[in-house]
């Protein structure tokens, strides 16, 4: 009798071990579970790179202006051509290479004459010039409109230059007439001065 009540116990005690067994490994636990940290991303800086350059001033041609300007130049005088050119500063690199920025564009017209003294005349092509000049679109101008420069070729010694600035004929020029442009333009120069020779003089002196 006191056999079979031993084994009863031991199996009773033996099944309570085996659910609180199972209790155990199913119970939730209460702390949470250990997360790896993330790396930490790195902070990128960007070092902006930055080439100097050294401002030289300027001319260039500009190819489509010229044509445009001759044709019509040519149209007044077959004898006659022009070209235009822009005035800024070139951005010079170490490398070589260059940037230009136009402040101004300019204008350079040419025309033979056998008659340096007609002003009438000379001042006449002045006038129908600067008024086409003057008609070009905005658009087509890079910079400020700067001068129109005129040379009237008699030889290769012969000429006269006069230089006409657009802002000064539009600003109170416009409506004269071409010679009185060409006296209010045209600067002589001066014959160049020559220097009397120097004759030396001589003070004798008498020998005691």
């Given amino acids: ?10 199996l009773v005690l033996s099944a309570t071990a085996g659910i609180f067994a199972l209790q155990t490994v199913s119970a ?3 702390q949470s579970p250990q997360v790896e940290p ?10 902006p790179t930055y080439e100097a350059c050294g401002y030289m001033w300027a001319y ?32 010079v690199y170490a490398d070589g290479h260059s940037t230009f920025g136009a402040m101004e564009t300019d204008f350079y017209v040419r025309l033979p004459t056998n008659d340096l003294t007609d ?10 010039v ?21 040379s009237f070729i008699k030889s290769d010694t012969e000429r006269i230059v006069i230089r006409v600035t657009i802002n000064e004929y539009l600003n109170g020029s416009a409506n004269s007439s ?5 006296q209010k333009f045209y600067t002589p120069t001066p014959p160049p001065i020559t220097p009397h020779p120097i004759t030396p003089t001589f003070t004798p002196t008498l020998a005691p």
């Fill in 178 to 182: 071409g010679i009185e442009l060409f």
């Fill in 28 to 30: 939730p636990t209460s």
């Fill in 130 to 150: 600067m008024d086409f000049v003057t008609s070009l679109p905005d658009e087509e101008i890079q910079g400020n409109k700067g001068f129109v420069e005129f």
């Fill in 1 to 10: 009798m006191n056999k079979k009540r031993n084994w009863a116990i031991a």
């Fill in 60 to 91: 260039h041609d500009d190819a489509e202006l010229t044509a445009k300007l001759n044709e019509a130049i040519a149209g007044m005088d077959p004898a006659a051509s022009a070209n235009a050119r822009l005035f800024g500063e070139d951005c």
């Fill in 119 to 128: 002003e009438e005349k000379l001042g006449a092509w002045i006038k129908q």
């Fill in 38 to 47: 993330l790396a930490q991303t790195p902070t990128i800086t960007f070092t």
